[in-house]
């Protein structure tokens, strides 16, 4: 049989102290005037005129004097006295500005801090792309955003997608861009680009004598020069033809899409590659493009952050550009 003591003891009586504490600043915002109104009675008694103080405000003086009255019924206290030769406080209305002037105060620094915060934020911007992206995509969008924002340092990190994820999540970058089927797990995104992977050859190749579409059995049964593992491009390439038979061994695995675009022109094999890094090669035909039949090598290119961290400041910027120029 326990008795009020141990309920006390043990923390479960009806009644605890954090419990108590809780339900006082909980209606704390109940029972303290509004800042707009702490603020219009400062300029009361600076001004000593309700019609001045609303003036400075920038608000009506029939709006003063509800928000006056709404802080007297709060408070139970009468605050201002009115008569034809202006407004006065009263003794209670004295104490009360005196207080309020402190919050004010306090306000002022709560703002002037938050305000350095957001300097502090807005000063840099770190950003992880993948190759694609990265290359041929944010150079133009880095450039718009330093019009924008000519005082915000950006730092720029380029490597495959599965290494922008992990920079997002070790909090090393602000946003990524990625490419691939879907957004990754732990993170939000936003589509901001189309893209489409090519089969692509050198002129000297067997391949570009062609005169029909490839099929998705004979791409994925051909050693190909591939992209490594945890790159958008091979996902999305491992995806299309996994239900034809899936890739063959690679012939070369690289890590660099200009290294890789140098080895196909070389004559060394066929590769997949995005159609943005390969437009000035093929214009030049210093690469062929192959078509293929029955396969969907499209893909999204997202913008990409860490779930529950909407992008702020300059990281919103550069979002928003990229859907501009998309």
Known sequence: MSNGRDDAVNGSGPTDAGDAAHAVDANLAHRVP??????????????????????ELGI?????SSRVRAMERQLGVGLVERSPRGSRLTDAGVLVTDWARRVVEAAEAFDAGAQALRDRRDSRLRVAASMTVAEYLLPGWLIALRR??????????????????ERLLADEADLGF???????????????????LVVVVGPDHPWARRRTPLTP????????ILREEGSGTREVLDAALAGHGGLAAPLLELTSTTALKAAVASGAGPAVLSELAVAEELAAHRLIHIPVEGVDLRRALRAVWRSGQRPTGPGRDLLSLTRRTS
């Open 34 to 55: 509004e800042l707009g109104a702490l603020q219009l009675l400062l300029a009361v008694a600076r001004l000593g005129s309700l019609g001045r103080a609303a003036q």
């Open 60 to 64: 009506t003086q029939p709006a003063a």
């Open 148 to 165: 924008e924002r000519p005082d915000t340092a950006v730092s720029l990190l380029s490597g495959n997608s599965a290494a922008v994820v």
């Open 178 to 196: 990625v490419e691939g089927l879907t957004a990754p797990r732990g993170l939000r995104g936003a589509v901001v680009a189309r893209d489409r």
């Open 217 to 224: 059995a004979e791409l994925a049964g051909t050693a190909l």
